[in-house]
């Protein structure tokens, strides 16, 4: 048995599909890429150093140099935003965008952007480098958000007059692996190997043939005759399909490839496992939690009022017994009530993260019953606030009341972090 690091494209991959199959819509997933890579905006203002100042200034004059020779591409486009989400230092971070431009990819691709477009997107991307190189963190974050508001209504408008055609045999795979992107197929077929083609289609076969859980899709000999290969290659492409979750093969008269419901909680433990072998720390992963949280509060108050009585239950239900930093479950809720599924598979990853860390050390060795108890009190009061201004409707208290409960969460986690420094 040989010990393998994970492989971000397949687990990007493996997300990608689970969303697909929820039904995630584009505009679910755009609102998540505007939330985090603002974050990307704002974090690489911060870390970024001389060596990530020339990157960014190399891109942008390879932009400018292809736009002036009619050149410009998509694949400038996309190496803009993975090269700030990599200079964003946050392994979480930048597998979330992985996964959020998916969708983007395959219509990108396709197309032959239109050169006043291009023109506009290089003076945006100059626009966030500035904001960046200077060090203003609040106005890299807005340009970024803007610029990709923008960006998004222009595909979306393409899209659907047409003028962006789906054809899969003009996707361009060196571009994607350029980008460390998963390849989807090359013009010839031949930079996929056989067994991930066939899973790939059979994946678009299930997603989009409307398929309902528990149907059968086909028998095995019907399957082969469809695809043209062979057996081995045919049992390969569906044991990729079953780590996906999305279909299981049964034997027997009755059995046959059958859909089957994704499970949540495989995919979330999949994501856990690659950020924890990339040795994702507790700050990195408060740093994309708490943009995520807002977000989830502003979205439960528009779209969640049919859940709010729910809400209140759970918080009035609330056990003052446990350590406030581990107590998630207002917080998944809220996730849940803000419409967007991404959204909550993301925050129930680093909910489940965060637990990971501090569970080990909980409760504190170093405080008191009386402090203890304390803390407890203050942690429970604070979701009652938040969920009364969920409840009233009042977006900007209910965004002051959760940035004030995951800062004061966050403090917590540092006197942790200090307490295990101290003793090696």
């Not at 946050?90 to 431009?101: E, G, K, Q, R, T």
């Not at 477009?117 to 203003?136: F, L, N, P, T």
């Not at 499970?263 to 979330?268: I, P, Y």
């Amino acid at each position: 048995v040989e010990v393998r690091a994970p492989v971000a494209e397949a687990v990007v991959g493996a997300i990608a599909t689970y969303l697909d199959f929820l039904g995630v819509t584009p505009a679910e997933l755009a609102e998540l890429r505007h939330v985090l890579m603002g974050l990307a905006a704002r974090l690489a203002t911060e870390r970024i150093d001389e060596s990530g100042i020339v990157r960014l200034r190399g891109l942008l004059e390879a932009e400018r140099k292809a736009a002036a020779d009619g050149a410009g591409t998509a694949e400038h486009q996309l190496d803009f935003y993975a090269t700030v989400a990599e200079l964003a230092d946050n392994p979480a971070l930048s597998l979330f965008w992985s996964v959020l431009i998916q969708r983007l990819v395959r219509p990108l691709m396709s197309s032959t952007p239109d050169p006043a477009e291009i023109a506009r997107s290089h003076d945006d991307h100059q626009s966030v480098v500035r904001a960046i190189v200077s060090g203003d963190a609040s106005g890299a974050e807005a340009r970024m958000r803007d610029h990709l508001s923008r960006r998004h209504d222009t595909v979306v408008k393409a899209i659907e007059t047409g003028a962006i055609a789906l054809d899969p045999k003009r996707y361009d795979a060196d571009v994607l692996d350029a980008l460390g992107l998963p390849i989807v197929v090359d013009r010839e077929g031949a930079r996929e190997k056989l067994p991930a083609r066939v899973a790939r289609e059979l994946k678009d076969l299930i997603v989009e043939g409307g398929f309902e859980t528990g149907e059968v899709i086909g028998m095995e000999s019907e399957l082969l005759e469809r695809f043209g290969v062979s057996r081995s290659v045919f049992r390969e492409a569906v044991r990729i399909i079953e780590f996906y979750g999305l279909a299981e093969m049964r034997r027997g008269p009755r059995g046959g490839l059958t859909v089957r419901e994704p499970d949540a909680a495989v995919m979330e433990e999949a994501v856990i496992s690659y950020l924890e072998f990339m040795g994702i720390g507790l700050d990195r992963l408060l740093e994309i939690r708490i943009p995520l949280e807002l977000m989830n509060v502003e979205w439960a108050i528009e779209r969640g009022r049919g859940g709010l009585d729910t809400l209140v239950d759970v918080v009035e239900d609330e056990p003052v017994g446990a350590l406030p930093v581990r107590r998630f479950e207002v917080h998944e809720l809220l996730s849940r009530l803000s419409g967007n599924r991404a959204s909550v598979l993301f925050t129930a990853v680093l909910s489940k993260l965060i637990d990971r860390h501090v569970l080990p050390s909980a409760p504190m060795p170093d405080v008191s019953e009386e402090e203890r108890a304390t803390l407890e009190r203050r942690g429970h009061s604070e979701h009652v606030e938040i969920v009364a201004a969920v409840v009233a409707g009042d977006v900007a208290l209910a965004r002051h009341r959760m940035l004030r409960h995951l800062e004061f969460i966050s403090v917590q986690f540092d006197r942790l972090a200090r307490w295990h420094r101290d003793r090696g």
